[in-house]
């Protein structure tokens, strides 16, 4: 018992002094960029991590909370409820649309237009309008999800005439690169894209190259690992990401 206790003192230190970490860096990237700390929220991307570590999370202030998978959401939101709000991050197929209206606040990956009808649709008879951020495929990789740069106004104008979604941004995920920098070019397109929508919101940054999107203007960065440590190889059947 004394030293199961003493292993959770320890998981709660090392969550709080990441978090600790994780604030300072993103403060020491405001200072160098001119901006100020209380525009970039936070986002911890809790898959794959268990109940009680993200209750450290949130007990060290993390302001918001990221899942990629609507099944995986579920029995978290069921049991921690929204402690702060809940943010997808991950790929949705439009028949989970419901669900994901019911457990999410944010819908960061909104990727085509059948996807924003059908949130628009599922929200509305909830009596609820979505918080959304249009997923955009930056580096125009065949592989990736999100809409190509050159579909983004046709959707987005589409998207406009919907009650029941609010899109507030962009949001993607950069090509894989050799290191943070190599992400920088990529997120600055994406700001690019961002400003000429006219939109306020810019969802970029992970662990590894949240410092560079936050100099080029991220507002929300998505920090999985530098808080919960490195994710347990997934269960069979489970896509790594
Ligand atoms: C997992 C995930 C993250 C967090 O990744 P880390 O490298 O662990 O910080 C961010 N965004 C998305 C879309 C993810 O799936």
């Known amino acids: ?98 669900d994901a209206v019911r457990l999410f606040d944010w819908i960061q990956s909104v990727d085509r237009l059948e996807l924003a009808r059908e949130l628009d649709s599922r929200a509305r008879a909830a009596g609820r309008v979505v918080e959304a951020l249009l997923q955009v495929n930056v580096g125009e990789e065949p592989q990736k999800g999100g809409v190509a740069p050159a579909e983004m106004k046709a959707v987005l104008d589409a998207a406009a005439a919907l009650p029941g979604l609010r899109i507030r941004g962009l949001m993607t995920i950069p090509p894989l690169g050799p290191d943070a920098e190599a992400a920088r070019p990529h997120f600055r397109r994406l700001r690019g894209l961002r400003d000429a929508a006219g939109l306020p919101h810019l969802s970029m940054g992970m662990s590894g190259d949240f410092e560079v999107a936050i100099e080029e203007g991220a507002t929300m960065v998505r920090v999985g690992t530098a808080i919960f440590g490195p994710r347990q190889r997934p269960a069979p059947g489970r896509a790594a990401l």
Do not use: F, Y
Not at 49 to 62: Q, S, W, Y
């Open 1 to 98: 018992m004394l030293e199961s206790r003493s292993r959770n003192n320890g998981l709660m230190l090392d969550i709080q002094e990441n978090v600790e970490r994780v604030r300072a860096a993103i403060e020491r990237a405001c200072l160098r960029s001119g901006r100020d700390p209380r525009e970039v929220l936070l986002i911890a991307v809790s898959k794959t991590v268990d109940l009680d570590r993200i209750r450290l999370a949130v007990d060290a202030g993390v302001p918001a909370l990221g899942e990629n998978r609507v099944q995986e959401a579920k029995d978290k939101v069921a049991l921690l409820g929204h402690p702060v709000p809940w943010h997808l991050v991950g790929s949705l197929q439009t028949n989970k649309a419901r």
